[in-house]
């Protein structure tokens, strides 16, 4: 048993670890992106949000999406592990999202001049905020830990279903949320739309943030992972 | 006994229980009249029309009624360890889940049936043949809400919060087809070419077919002791 209190401890520091070298490249990127990148031309300052804004989108869609993968996983492993891992992601996800909704309606104001324009990408995003909450609220109302990892699994893996449905019914919603500035879909070329999206300078702080959130995530996964694990250990000792 | 036979047996005895209390399909009806109701009542007369409303109240209370509907579906079988019969006997879980969501489905479509008229005269609706079209959408609506829900409504009955825990899980999956049948209603009714909502109605039937594969290989899963 203190073995693997040991174990959970070190992937506890290993964690933390990970998140402080993911914090200090944040500041990096804040010195960046605010000191050292030009305003961009059509939306001054606001413009500088994208660097925090997208990234946590990035952050907060992997780790609702591994959620689902790791459902799948667990089915098909019965690894209770895996659970511990999607309780894990599903609550950094959550973090992320929070970012996401609070970063999203401080750039829409000044730009689009509402807090909240019920552009449907954001309002996805919050309908995934709130599928995420339901599932915590399930999970904590579950006692027998089998049962909490099989519905997570449940929920997860409809969750990932559900996300393709969402992203359709976005594209057939009328959207004025800016395209995306990277991985947008296919357009013909020599349409104005499809020219580069954003030039170099701006580009790469927007790049290094990608990097440091997935950081950021891999850290704070890694972390309450390992608080989830002794929690887990200390329970099965009361009960021992 | 074949799983098709199991499961309508199954979702034969759902709605014998049904029919013999009469309670719940009452109380889901009167629900669903009382909703209409309130948008009624909720609005100022002088300046907004039933009409203009009409689209987004009937959504709002289909997925609402459904939601008491999906409720009452396990509920039933947790009292007396009715579950644990169910469980024991010998039919697969696909067919428990297809027994339990053909019952939920022909509940809701009663309701559906009912409201659905009253609706068209509470809020003025043209009587045109469009509504056909419309009606349509609710079955279309009402097969992917209750296989989502039978499966959602199999877990949260599991815990002391069944009544606030399945629409706080379920809406989230609700709002997809709310969305495409909330947009290929208010189309329908303002007579536009079918181009311009049948995407949405294509939408509506794929996250049927998608949801009910899906559900159909969770709910095992769900059902496991």
Redesign the interface.
Same mark, same amino acid.
């Given at each position: 048993m203190n073995a693997a209190v040991d174990r959970a401890t070190a992937i506890i520091r290993r964690g933390r670890v990970i998140t402080v070298v993911a914090l200090m490249m944040l500041a990096g990127i804040y010195v960046l992106s605010l000191g050292l990148t030009p305003a961009e031309r059509a939306q001054g300052l606001a413009f500088k949000i994208l660097y925090v804004h997208a990234p946590s989108a990035w952050a907060a869609e992997m780790a609702f999406v591994l959620v689902g993968v790791v459902g799948i996983l667990y089915?098909w492993l019965n690894d209770p592990r895996l659970d511990l891992f999607a309780e894990a992601s599903a609550e950094v996800g959550m973090v992320f999202g929070t970012l996401i909704l609070t970063t999203g309606p401080i750039w829409a104001r000044p730009i689009w001049g509402v807090w909240w324009a019920w552009d449907p990408r954001l309002t996805f995003t919050l309908? +995934?905020y709130?599928?995420f909450?339901?599932?915590f609220?399930?999970r904590s109302?579950?006692h027998d830990p089998v049962?909490r990892a099989?519905?997570g699994?449940?929920?997860g893996?409809?969750g990932l279903?559900?996300v393709p449905?969402?992203h359709?019914?976005v594209y +057939?919603?009328q959207s004025q949320h800016p395209l995306p500035v990277l991985g947008r879909p296919p357009c013909p070329p020599g349409h104005p739309d499809c020219a580069p999206s954003l030039p170099w300078v701006l580009l790469k702080p927007l790049l290094l943030s990608f990097a440091t959130f997935t950081l950021l995530y891999i850290g704070f996964v890694t972390t309450r992972y390992g608080i989830g694990l002794r929690r887990q250990l200390a329970e099965e000792a009361e009960h021992a | 006994m074949s799983a098709v036979r199991a499961a309508l047996a199954i979702a034969g005895k759902d709605l014998r229980i049904e029919w013999r209390h009469r309670t719940a399909l009452v109380s889901a009806v009167v629900f669903a009249v009382l909703v209409l109701l309130v948008f009624i009542f909720a609005r100022d007369p002088g300046t907004l029309a039933p009409r203009d409303l009409a689209p987004s109240v009937l959504w709002v209370t289909l997925a609402l009624a459904t939601l008491l509907a999906l409720n009452r579906a396990f509920l039933l079988e947790r009292e007396h360890g009715a579950l644990d019969g169910l469980l024991l006997a010998p039919v697969s879980r696909a067919s428990l889940f297809w027994g339990k969501w053909l019952a939920n489905l022909a509940f809701v479509l009663v309701v559906d049936a009912i409201a659905f008229p009253l609706w068209v005269m509470f809020f003025g609706v043209d009587p045109t043949a469009a509504l056909w079209l419309v009606a349509g959408v609710a079955v279309l609506a009402a097969i992917g809400f209750t296989a989502v829900g039978t499966t959602i409504s199999a877990m949260t009955v599991r815990t002391r919060f069944a009544e606030l825990l399945l629409p706080v899980l379920l809406l989230p999956f609700l709002l997809p087809p709310i969305t495409a049948a909330a947009g290929a209603t208010v189309r329908i009714l303002e007579h536009r070419p079918a181009g311009e909502w049948l995407g949405w109605i294509k939408l509506l039937a794929l996250y049927d077919l998608v949801f009910l594969v899906l559900a159909t290989g969770l709910f095992p899963r769900v059902m496991d002791e």
């Open positions: 089915f309908l +995934l709130l599928l909450a339901g599932y609220a399930l109302a579950l049962e099989r519905f699994a449940v929920i893996i409809m279903v559900l449905f969402i359709l019914t +057939l919603f | -």
